[in-house]
């Protein structure tokens, strides 16, 4: 690792500094007072292929949202795990990971649902009767990968020093013409320089 | 009105193997000031190519009603207690395990207004409703005093799939299917990887039905440990050695799929059996490097095991069998 850091800048965020690296796809403010004060029932989801920041932005909306419970299903997970919850808001990670009955019955009963998924559920939330907003993930600017790598060089390094070797729109470039927007292959990329 | 700078810095002197560690930190103000607490929150953190952790472990008290008169340096010593089953500091090719210190100082009502919020440090101090400063130092915690001790187990080895047969027999589904179906067909492909799984399977139960059993016991050894072996008759493979190796492994759950990384850390010297009859004992020494027994830590786990060697027509068959390496308890 560089000496001069205090931890791999490019190793999984932890929860708390979420949103001191995220730079927002969308006004974050006015979706989060969306989902407080719906003025109807209403799915968000977060769609796109997989390490493009679905996740990433599911879980900075959720920390500001934190008395309502977000779920990361994977193979191994039951339905009941997001049946059961009592709450009307609920967060789910991989929602493509229930059957589609499982998933109507969510739309159906809960109030608000943000999600993450790689197919859009829009027929889904038409039979739930539930109205949809979609964010798509995809396509990175260099300057974006720029702000968001530099803030994470920031972020681990320790107090009091200067940041050395800040990441310019030409080292982005090339990082996008290799991954193109595959925003995790180029952090794990990056972890591997740094670690 | 002059707004008053902070210098801090936290050390760490020793660690006891009763994992006690102990260090100071110094703290010096600009302008004189009135701390109503100092106070140090210890975390575990694991960070790497998975979903990032970091747990608190415990709190120390550095100083209550302190005032920190101007331009003097405060040393406040500090020792605390680490629970026995810490996970010492490591640096792998996936993960690395570190402790922060979370120093919060609880400036005095009526000194607030006087705090400088952004020169104590550029970053990460945090000026909170609460009139708290809280700055985050790194350290490493490594109990080099206590030494590495094996688990003493008596298990079989495991037979790992041979690579040279999984081979052919993809090179002979592959040449049948190039001569028999020229087209592609994913059905046929199917239903060949399917097949090439099946024989590979087969053709492992047959080597070990042919081989028999062979099993391994470690016992404990003051520098190392030993690994004693025991086979059948009819196990009989040329060439054989036996080391051990460190492995990490590493699982990435983050997004919608999972992955899983394994790196090989530390292999030992190969060790030749020879005049292997019914039992044969190896004498192996641990790593030099401190901090890799075995952990077992959310989506991470370092694992040791002892691999079993050989030559059986000519093909290369490898035995393994996982076993726990931790740190000798200082009681002991």
Same mark, same amino acid.
């Given at each position: 690792?560089?000496?001069?850091?205090? %931890?791999?800048?490019?190793?999984?965020?932890?929860?708390?500094?979420?949103?001191?690296?995220?730079?927002?796809?969308?006004?974050?403010?006015?979706?989060? /007072?969306?989902?407080?004060?719906?003025?109807?029932?209403?799915?968000?989801?977060?769609?796109?292929?997989?390490?493009?920041?679905?996740?990433?932005?599911?879980?900075?909306?959720?920390?500001?949202?934190?008395?309502?419970?977000?779920?990361?299903?994977?193979?191994?997970?039951?339905?009941?795990?997001?049946?059961?919850?009592?709450?009307?808001?609920?967060?789910?990670?991989?929602?493509?990971?229930?059957?589609?009955?499982?998933?109507?019955?969510?739309?159906?009963?809960?109030?608000?649902?943000?999600?993450?998924?790689? %197919?859009?559920?829009?027929?889904?939330?038409?039979?739930?009767?539930?109205?949809? %907003?979609?964010?798509?993930?995809?396509?990175?600017?260099?300057?974006?990968?720029?702000?968001?790598?530099?803030?994470?060089?920031?972020?681990?390094?320790?107090?009091?020093?200067?940041?050395?070797?800040?990441?310019?729109?030409?080292? /982005?470039?090339?990082?996008?013409?290799?991954?193109?927007?595959? %925003?995790?292959?180029?952090?794990?990329?990056?972890?591997?320089?740094?670690? | 009105?002059?707004?008053?700078? =902070?210098?801090?810095?936290?050390?760490?002197?020793?660690?006891?193997?009763?994992?006690?560690?102990?260090?100071?930190?110094?703290?010096?103000?600009?302008?004189?000031?009135?701390?109503?607490?100092?106070?140090?929150?210890?975390?575990?953190?694991?960070?790497?190519?998975?979903?990032?952790?970091?747990?608190?472990?415990?709190?120390?008290?550095?100083?209550?009603?302190?005032?920190?008169?101007?331009?003097?340096?405060?040393?406040?010593?500090?020792?605390?207690?680490?629970?026995?089953?810490?996970?010492?500091?490591?640096?792998?090719?996936?993960?690395?395990?570190?402790?922060?210190?979370?120093?919060?100082?609880?400036?005095?009502?009526?000194?607030?207004?006087?705090?400088?919020?952004?020169?104590?440090?550029?970053?990460?101090?945090?000026?909170?409703?609460?009139?708290?400063?809280?700055?985050?130092?790194?350290?490493?915690?490594?109990?080099?005093?206590?030494?590495?001790?094996? =688990?003493?187990?008596?298990?079989?080895?495991?037979?790992?799939?041979?690579?040279?047969?999984?081979?052919?027999?993809?090179?002979?589904?592959?040449?049948?299917?190039?001569?028999?179906?020229?087209? =592609?067909?994913?059905?046929?492909?199917?239903?060949?990887?399917?097949?090439?799984?099946?024989?590979?399977?087969?053709?492992?139960?047959?080597?070990?039905?042919?081989?028999?059993?062979?099993?391994?016991?470690?016992?404990?050894?003051?520098?190392?440990?030993?690994?004693?072996?025991?086979?059948?008759?009819?196990?009989?493979?040329?060439?054989?050695?036996?080391?051990?190796?460190?492995?990490?492994?590493?699982?990435?759950?983050?997004?919608?799929?999972?992955?899983?990384?394994?790196?090989?850390?530390?292999?030992?010297?190969?060790?030749?059996?020879?005049?292997?009859?019914?039992?044969?004992?190896?004498?192996?020494?641990?790593?030099?490097?401190?901090?890799?027994?075995?952990?077992?830590?959310?989506?991470?786990?370092?694992?040791?095991?002892?691999?079993?060697?050989?030559?059986?027509?000519?093909?290369?068959?490898?035995?393994?069998?996982?076993?726990?390496?931790?740190?000798?308890?200082?009681?002991?």
């Amino acid at each position: 690792m560089k000496t001069n850091l205090t %931890y791999n800048p490019f190793s999984g965020l932890l929860a708390e500094d979420i949103n001191a690296v995220l730079v927002p796809r969308f006004n974050m403010e006015a979706l989060i /007072s969306k989902i407080k004060q719906p003025e109807e029932l209403l799915t968000i989801e977060f769609l796109g292929k997989q390490g493009r920041g679905k996740t990433t932005h599911l879980r900075s909306v959720h920390q500001q949202l934190k008395e309502f419970p977000i779920v990361f299903l994977n193979a191994k997970s039951s339905a009941s795990e997001v049946l059961n919850h009592t709450k009307e808001i609920l967060f789910i990670d991989s929602i493509h990971h229930l059957k589609i009955k499982e998933r109507l019955q969510l739309f159906k009963q809960k109030k608000t649902i943000v999600y993450t998924t790689h %197919y859009t559920r829009k027929w889904e939330c038409l039979i739930a009767k539930k109205k949809i %907003y979609s964010f798509q993930f995809n396509g990175i600017e260099p300057e974006t990968l720029q702000l968001i790598l530099n803030k994470r060089l920031l972020l681990a390094t320790p107090e009091g020093l200067e940041c050395e070797n800040l990441f310019s729109v030409k080292d /982005s470039t090339v990082l996008i013409k290799k991954f193109k927007d595959n %925003y995790r292959a180029i952090i794990n990329h990056l972890y591997e320089t740094y670690q | 009105m002059t707004k008053t700078i =902070f210098t801090q810095e936290f050390i760490i002197e020793s660690v006891s193997t009763a994992n006690v560690v102990s260090g100071y930190c110094t703290i010096l103000a600009s302008e004189t000031i009135h701390a109503d607490g100092i106070t140090g929150m210890i975390y575990f953190e694991a960070r790497g190519r998975m979903t990032s952790q970091k747990e608190h472990v415990l709190t120390i008290e550095l100083a209550h009603d302190q005032a920190l008169h101007k331009k003097e340096t405060y040393t406040l010593p500090f020792s605390f207690d680490l629970p026995a089953d810490s996970i010492e500091s490591y640096s792998g090719k996936n993960v690395s395990f570190s402790y922060s210190c979370d120093i919060i100082l609880a400036i005095n009502e009526n000194d607030s207004s006087t705090i400088e919020r952004s020169a104590f440090t550029k970053i990460k101090a945090v000026v909170s409703s609460k009139n708290e400063i809280k700055t985050t130092h790194y350290f490493n915690f490594e109990n080099k005093n206590r030494p590495y001790e094996v =688990f003493e187990i008596k298990e079989k080895f495991y037979l790992q799939t041979n690579l040279f047969i999984s081979l052919i027999f993809i090179l002979i589904f592959g040449a049948i299917y190039s001569y028999y179906i020229p087209d =592609f067909n994913t059905l046929y492909i199917v239903l060949g990887v399917i097949l090439v799984f099946l024989l590979v399977f087969v053709s492992n139960q047959f080597i070990k039905g042919a081989l028999g059993k062979v099993s391994l016991e470690t016992l404990q050894n003051d520098d190392g440990f030993y690994c004693k072996i025991y086979k059948t008759k009819k196990f009989n493979l040329s060439n054989q050695t036996l080391y051990y190796e460190i492995i990490e492994e590493v699982t990435d759950s983050r997004g919608s799929s999972t992955s899983t990384a394994i790196e090989t850390i530390f292999t030992s010297h190969k060790k030749p059996l020879t005049d292997f009859r019914d039992t044969s004992t190896i004498q192996f020494n641990y790593p030099q490097e401190s901090g890799l027994q075995s952990v077992n830590y959310k989506d991470v786990s370092i694992f040791w095991r002892v691999v079993l060697e050989g030559n059986y027509y000519g093909n290369k068959m490898k035995y393994s069998r996982k076993f726990k390496v931790d740190k000798r308890n200082p009681s002991v």
